[in-house]
């Protein structure tokens, strides 16, 4: 299996434009999670899917984020317009919470680096 | 909230042993679990403890739960310089998702 995959694995965009991260998780995976990654704040997690429908999105800073998940092997996470606060590491993971013998282990992609200008 | 908390830094010669420290608040806490992330990279899962566990180990790791304390830690022996990452301990709870993320910690193997 190829892994989460991400894209764009850089990005870098002046204060004001339209952002999207990509996600792909692994197949078979029925959980999505959306994770923030910051020096000062650590690691935060922005919002959760389980089959494809948002569960929990009270981590999301405000209104200019907003995530979708239209089928079950591709998520976005939109940031408009963006803030040079915005600039962080965007993670996103993906697990299965069918198997309940599992360890519920996060397989997490390589991460979106965003810098806003 | 519940909490994960791990010192910021750890620094060790080559060939010594690591130890990772984390304390948690979640009494209700069913996994632990120690992720590595190395250098513009994701997390990646090192190694887990079921809480009615009280060791596991695993080559070079030792994963040590002191449920009473709410203490966890990881040992590494032989640290190499491959070992130098940020290590994460986490919690979660079986039937949620949540997971809990401690703020990671720094290790750097001197040569």
């Known amino acids: 299996d190829a892994g989460v995959i991400q894209s764009p694995r850089h990005e870098v965009t002046e204060m004001g434009q339209e952002v999207t991260l990509r996600c792909k998780p692994i197949s078979g995976h029925n959980s999505l999670f959306w994770y923030r990654q910051t020096m000062m704040r650590g690691l935060e997690l922005l919002i959760y899917?389980?089959?494809?429908?948002?569960?929990?999105d009270s981590g999301m800073p405000e209104d200019r984020f907003s995530a979708k998940m239209p089928n079950a092997s591709f998520s976005t996470l939109k940031i408009q317009p963006s803030e040079p606060r915005d600039s962080a590491v965007y993670f996103c993971?993906?697990?299965?919470?069918?198997?309940?013998?599992?360890?519920?282990?996060?397989?997490f992609g390589e991460g979106s680096r965003l810098t806003v200008l | 909230g519940e909490d994960v908390e791990q010192s910021l830094f750890l620094s060790v010669r080559e060939g010594d042993s690591s130890v990772i420290n984390c304390t948690y608040t979640?009494?209700?806490?069913?996994?632990l679990y120690w992720y590595k992330q190395e250098p513009g990279a994701g997390l990646q899962l090192l190694t887990y403890i079921f809480s009615n566990m009280d060791m596991k180990q695993d080559q070079r790791l030792t994963v040590l739960l002191n449920k009473k304390d709410k203490h966890l830690s990881l040992r590494i022996a032989d640290t190499q310089t491959g070992d130098s990452a940020i290590y994460f301990c986490?919690?979660?709870?079986?039937?949620?998702?949540?997971?809990?993320f401690g703020t990671g910690t720094r290790l750097k193997v001197l040569a």
């Open positions: 979640d009494s209700s806490s069913t996994y």
């Open positions: 899917f389980n089959n494809n429908v948002p569960i929990d």
């Open positions: 986490a919690d979660s709870t079986s039937g949620t998702y949540k997971y809990i």
């Open positions: 993971a993906s697990s299965s919470t069918v198997d309940t013998s599992s360890s519920g282990e996060l397989f």
